[in-house]
């Protein structure tokens, strides 16, 4: 079975700086690997994917996401957080078929200015 | 194009009363699904569609029902709604197509269950 386990519901940061959010996944077979933002009564929106093409993964909005393999990470990050940021980030696994995705609790990322 | 849209908004219903959630996808895309969204919980998958007249279950899927009679639909039915059953539905369709695999949300439904 494939799980995905994000830590911290909540991440604050200022304006301007890094944003680190945390992923670690579980599966037993090579993974496919995504993140999502949701604002606020909306829908998700896909930020970036990993398919094992490459281990560094640029999104939008100035995203990118690692995938170390011998970690089980594929944490989220942005050099400089801007206030529209703000939001709440999923990241989720899932089998190279069908895209049955398996999500994470989510973090909510904060911005202050 | 409209995207995924999903009908209706908002719905409260009370214990035992029957509904149907509508998806609908102007994209022509093949995949279909359903999630539930949860507090602490992140999204579930409920049921999805690989194509028209298909369905299969997700994690999640008892006490829901499903259909995909035409394309671009994939309806969600409650027989007998329940209170564990009060969450944010939302439906996603799939583009399959190599880097531009992704799946595209709708605005998802609030339904409460009294």
């Known amino acids: 079975a494939q799980s995905v386990t994000q830590l911290g519901s909540h991440v604050s940061v200022s304006e301007g700086a890094l944003v680190l959010l945390r992923c670690n996944y579980s599966?037993?077979?090579?993974?496919?690997l995504f993140w999502y933002v949701q604002y606020p009564n909306q829908g998700l929106q896909l930020l970036l994917k990993?398919?094992?093409?490459?281990?560094l993964v640029k999104g939008i909005n100035g995203f990118e996401a690692e995938f170390k393999k011998s970690e089980t990470s594929f944490h989220l990050t942005k050099p400089s957080a801007h206030m529209s940021d703000a939001a709440e980030y999923f990241c989720?696994?899932?089998?190279?078929?069908?895209?049955?995705?398996?999500f994470g609790t989510g973090t909510r990322l904060l911005v202050s200015p | 194009n409209a995207g995924v849209t999903q009908t209706p908004k908002f719905r409260v219903l009370k214990t035992g009363q029957s509904m149907t959630l509508l998806c609908a996808q102007d994209?022509?895309?093949?995949?279909m699904y359903w999630y539930r969204q949860d507090p602490g919980m992140g999204l579930r998958l409920i049921h999805y569609?690989?194509?028209?007249?298909?369905?299969a279950k997700g994690e999640v899927p008892d006490g829901y029902n499903v259909s995909r009679l035409k394309k671009q639909n994939f309806l969600l039915g409650l027989e007998s709604a329940a209170p564990s059953q009060t969450s944010v539905y939302f439906c996603?369709?799939?583009?399959?197509?190599?880097?531009?695999?992704?799946?595209?949300f709708g605005p998802g439904t609030r339904l409460t269950v009294l």
């Open positions: 994209m022509n895309h093949e995949y």
């Open positions: 990993y398919t094992s093409a490459a281990t």
């Open positions: 569609s690989v194509g028209e007249g298909t369905t």
């Open positions: 599966s037993s077979v090579p993974p496919y």
């Open positions: 989720a696994v899932s089998d190279t078929g069908f895209q049955k995705l398996v």
């Open positions: 996603a369709s799939r583009y399959r197509g190599g880097n531009l695999d992704t799946q595209y």
